[in-house]
């Protein structure tokens, strides 16, 4: 659980950072960049979160079974 609030920070913070470059160098390209860039990010996350809920619900099924 600490590792998906502290990841939700961390992408929170890395989205501000790259979004306001963006703002302030204000060109297309690089734009486009921090969107795909910034698109990947969230991506990463969201994968790693469905990881370890599917590890964590797993090691509770395989511990209820050992009972």
């Not at 160098?25 to 990947?40: A, K, N, R, T």
Request: overall charge negative; aromatic content about 10%; charged content about 20%.
């Amino acid at each position: 659980m600490d590792n998906i609030i502290t990841g939700a920070f961390g992408i929170g913070l890395f989205l501000a950072f790259i979004g306001g470059l963006a703002e302030s160098i204000g060109e297309l390209p690089f734009i486009i960049i921090v969107v795909g860039i910034g698109s990947l990010a969230l991506y990463d996350y969201y994968e790693n979160v469905r990881d370890a809920r599917k590890e964590a619900a797993n090691k509770a099924q395989a511990s209820s079974l050992e009972s």
